[in-house]
């Protein structure tokens, strides 16, 4: 049920961080994976360590907020492979600042790297896995797709915004026999983070208090729910968005 030998996946921003952790889980799987970043050294790096479980892998250099580039790492990814099963949608960023101090550039910034590159992924993708009779999408939320926080109005948008789309995509593309799903990770150490951790006082200490597992998340805690968004053991969960979080979202 989980053995996905064969198929092939393009994990955004997976040359780092969680998206790394995923593509390590489905790589394990035996998916052959496409990094799309735009950080060709660490892409290489993570083709690399990818390479060394098993499957063969690639890195398109891509930045997701860029039609075009996106357009070409898709045709890339048929190119090579001849087939595309799972868009794994999880290049992100964060720019930490209260509304009224948020620009239009910076607000266009993180709603373009977080929800439009989705958007433009799974437009992209869509054909191939509708051609193929089915496909897995994985979009990345956050525990900001649920709660508020004063310090990143734009993030919360984007990630609030990726549950809506998932939705929305599950629905119109349910008959064409592709799953579309969001996961919403707690809080897990990441570069992203321990930015966050060095500009938020008490931020580590406050999730440790309130994750019910006493820890943040490691990448490597990202990899199960990939491999099972992926594969056929989740050919009836469609728009859903599953928190991956130790328990942080159920915490009172
Ligand atoms: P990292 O900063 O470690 O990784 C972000 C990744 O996104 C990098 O691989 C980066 O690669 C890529 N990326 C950023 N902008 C672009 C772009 N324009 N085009 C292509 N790739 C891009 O962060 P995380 O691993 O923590 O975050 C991954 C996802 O998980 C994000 O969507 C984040 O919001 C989400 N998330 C993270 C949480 C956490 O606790 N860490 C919690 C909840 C959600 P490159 O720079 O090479 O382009």
Same mark, same amino acid.
């Given at each position: 049920?989980?053995?996905l030998?064969?198929?092939?996946a393009?994990?955004?921003?997976?040359?780092?961080?969680?998206?790394?952790?995923?593509?390590?889980?489905?790589? =394990?799987?035996?998916?052959?994976v496409? #990094?799309?970043?735009?950080?060709?050294?660490?892409?290489?790096?993570?083709?690399?360590?990818?390479?060394?479980?098993?499957?063969?892998?690639?890195?398109?250099?891509t930045?997701?907020?860029?039609?075009?580039?996106? =357009? =070409?790492?898709?045709?890339?990814?048929?190119?090579?492979?001849?087939?595309?099963?799972?868009?794994?949608?999880?290049?992100?960023?964060?720019?930490?600042?209260?509304p009224?101090?948020? *620009?239009?550039?910076?607000?266009?910034?993180?709603?373009?790297?977080?929800?439009?590159?989705?958007?433009?992924? *799974?437009?992209?993708?869509?054909?191939?896995?509708?051609?193929?009779?089915?496909?897995?999408?994985?979009?990345?939320?956050?525990?900001?797709?649920?709660?508020?926080?004063?310090? @990143?109005?734009?993030?919360?948008? *984007?990630?609030?915004?990726?549950? +809506?789309?998932?939705? @929305?995509?599950? *629905?119109?593309?349910?008959?064409?026999?592709? +799953?579309?799903?969001?996961?919403?990770?707690?809080?897990?150490?990441?570069a992203?983070?321990? =930015? @966050?951790? +060095?500009? #938020?006082?008490?931020?580590?200490?406050?999730?440790?208090e309130?994750?019910? @597992?006493?820890?943040?998340?490691?990448?490597?805690?990202?990899?199960? #729910?990939?491999?099972?968004?992926?594969?056929?053991?989740?050919?009836?969960?469609?728009?859903?968005?599953?928190?991956?979080?130790?328990?942080?979202?159920? +915490?009172?």
């Amino acid at each position: 049920m989980f053995d996905l030998k064969g198929k092939v996946a393009v994990v955004t921003g997976g040359n780092g961080g969680i998206g790394l952790g995923m593509a390590r889980g489905l790589a =394990r799987a035996g998916v052959r994976v496409v #990094i799309a970043a735009r950080d060709e050294a660490k892409s290489k790096d993570a083709v690399k360590e990818l390479e060394a479980l098993g499957p063969d892998a690639r890195a398109v250099a891509t930045d997701v907020t860029d039609e075009a580039a996106v =357009r =070409r790492m898709v045709k890339a990814t048929l190119d090579a492979f001849g087939r595309l099963d799972v868009l794994v949608n999880n290049a992100g960023t964060n720019i930490r600042k209260p509304p009224h101090e948020v *620009s239009l550039a910076e607000w266009r910034q993180v709603l373009d790297t977080n929800l439009t590159s989705a958007y433009l992924c *799974s437009h992209a993708a869509y054909p191939a896995m509708k051609t193929a009779g089915g496909g897995k999408i994985v979009n990345i939320g956050s525990m900001m797709s649920i709660f508020g926080a004063g310090f @990143a109005p734009a993030y919360a948008a *984007s990630k609030g915004g990726i549950v +809506q789309f998932t939705r @929305a995509c599950a *629905s119109a593309w349910a008959r064409d026999n592709i +799953q579309v799903n969001a996961v919403l990770p707690g809080w897990i150490d990441t570069a992203l983070t321990r =930015r @966050a951790r +060095q500009e #938020i006082p008490g931020l580590h200490e406050r999730v440790l208090e309130r994750t019910p @597992a006493a820890r943040w998340g490691t990448i490597d805690d990202m990899a199960g #729910i990939a491999v099972f968004l992926a594969s056929p053991a989740s050919d009836f969960v469609t728009g859903t968005a599953i928190p991956v979080d130790g328990g942080y979202s159920i +915490q009172g």
